[in-house]
């Protein structure tokens, strides 16, 4: 049945990149440990979750394009990194261009920490 797994793709900022301003107690270290737990627990839950973490630069679009056009995802998780920071509002807009023009069958979901990433896929596809 591994054909049939709901994609998720985790859309967020490399850790070395984050605003930790936001949350304070946040580390790199944390931050990073936090992401992989989620993509763990939305594979137990049935899920093909996959990360991918970005930069503050143009690459950002291109990491996020080649991922959408050689997979086909069900759900596209944008995290708060990206969507709450004033300063990475930019970069949150073009992301959410990149995703409608590449995946535009796909759910968008948002979290507001990365412990909260199951309940927000889990909101608009079900494994």
């Keep these: 049945m591994?054909?049939?797994k709901k994609r998720v793709i985790l859309i967020g900022l490399k850790p070395e990149v984050a605003d930790y301003s936001?949350?304070?107690?946040?580390?790199?270290?944390?931050?990073?440990?936090?992401?992989?737990i989620d993509q763990a627990t939305l594979n137990s839950l049935g899920y093909d979750a996959q990360l991918c973490l970005v930069d503050l630069d143009e690459t950002a679009e291109t990491v996020v394009t080649q991922k959408?056009?050689?997979?086909?995802?069900?759900?596209?998780m944008i995290g708060a990194g990206v969507r709450t920071i004033?300063?990475?509002?930019?970069?949150?807009e073009k992301l959410i261009n990149i995703v409608h023009q590449h995946a535009p069958a796909a759910r968008i979901c948002f979290n507001t920490k990365p412990s909260d990433t199951?309940?927000?896929v889990?909101?608009?596809?079900?494994?």
Excluded: H, S, Y
């Design 122 to 127: 889990q909101r608009w596809v079900q494994p």
């Design 22 to 36: 936001n949350w304070p107690g946040l580390t790199p270290e944390k931050l990073m440990t936090e992401l992989k």
């Design 118 to 120: 199951a309940e927000a």
């Design 86 to 92: 004033p300063d990475k509002f930019l970069l949150f």
């Design 2 to 4: 591994m054909g049939t």
């Design 68 to 76: 959408l056009t050689e997979t086909a995802f069900d759900c596209v």
